[in-house]
């Protein structure tokens, strides 16, 4: 039994994420209100909190301006986005021209924690679903892992694969 729950689960992870209806919790506070955040021609947002200017689409995914009234809410993210080590996510991030992957603190600051499937503001970073988002901080308790962010419910861990195992990417720049 607990062989083909185990075979079950591995089967739906390699699927990728299932897109669900987004839940959330009014009776918490924000944590990535809209209005804290500066909208950026070109598909990016500023966290007015932090100075971090984020990229509003997962790498592979192909942003579309649909703001043609100024209401950057009617902006969207297509496609699936690119799956990666960490050390290709590291590389990719590289070849951006200023952009980097955020560090653990810094991506913990997109979560929307309220809010679950996926544990995103959509309004910031419309089209999320509920991927798991390397870090550029490794794991200091064994050199195979590296730290992610999970936005299903916004829990965070090692990734429990190894840093050869396969995740998305939101770049950043500024801070640091």
């Known amino acids: 039994m607990r062989l083909a729950v185990l075979f079950t689960l591995m ?28 909208f950026n021609l070109g598909g990016t947002v500023t966290d007015n909190r932090t100075g971090l200017e984020w990229q509003r689409c997962l790498l592979g ?7 043609t009234s100024g209401n950057f ?36 600051t997109i979560a929307e924690y309220r809010c679950y499937s996926p544990a995103a503001n959509l309004q910031l970073f419309p089209n999320m679903d509920n991927y ?19 936005f299903d419910y916004g829990g965070d861990g090692a990734d429990t694969g190894f840093r050869g195992g396969s995740s998305q990417v939101r770049l950043v720049r500024g801070g640091q």
């Open 11 to 38: 089967l739906a992870l390699d699927a990728g994420p299932v897109q669900a209806a987004q839940s959330c919790n009014t009776a918490i506070p924000e944590t990535t209100r809209t209005s804290a955040f500066t």
């Open 61 to 67: 995914q192909t942003f579309s301006d649909n703001s």
């Open 73 to 108: 809410l009617d902006d969207s993210c297509s496609g699936v986005p690119t799956a990666y080590t960490w050390q290709g996510a590291l590389a990719a991030a590289a070849a951006g021209s200023g952009w980097r992957l955020p560090n653990f603190k810094e991506l913990g």
């Open 132 to 150: 798991v988002l390397w870090s550029a901080s490794p794991y200091a308790g064994d050199p195979v892992y590296a730290w992610f962010l999970s």
